[in-house]
């Protein structure tokens, strides 16, 4: 059964930091690429961050470029994928997804997400 589970979400204060963290298993998802992506009210879910399988690779989007740090355990049964937001800002406000592809690297179509965890930031 193919899982991604996220937690760390919150409410924090603009200028303060939150770790996420999403679980994966069920694939093998040390061979897969993962990434960060996030909704806020009334706008397009978009890309935040990803990392190659062995995390030799990163990228990340614009808006949160210095301030955001995607990074990956890859476990033997289980994959911990982490993004560690610095700064935080009001527009940072949405809703994170964990997202896996089966391909080692970022780009194109993903084909795995978590069910989302929550991200308040409060001016």
């Known amino acids: 059964q193919v899982q991604l589970v996220e937690s760390g979400g919150g409410l924090v204060q603009a200028g303060g930091s939150l770790r996420l963290s999403c679980a994966a298993s069920?694939?093998?998802?040390?061979?897969?690429?993962m990434g960060w992506f996030r909704q806020a009210p009334g706008k397009e879910r978009e890309f935040v961050a990803g990392i190659s399988w062995s995390g030799g690779r990163t990228s990340y989007a614009d808006s949160v470029k210095g301030r955001f740090t995607i990074s990956r355990d890859n476990a033997k049964n289980t994959v911990y994928l982490q993004l560690q937001m610095n700064d935080l800002k009001p527009e940072d406000t949405a809703v994170y997804y964990c997202?896996?592809?089966?391909?080692?690297?970022?780009?194109?179509?993903?084909?795995?997400w978590g069910q989302g965890t929550q991200v308040t930031v409060s001016s």
């Open positions: 997202a896996a592809r089966t391909s080692p690297v970022v780009g194109g179509t993903w084909d795995y």
């Open positions: 069920g694939r093998t998802f040390s061979s897969y690429a």
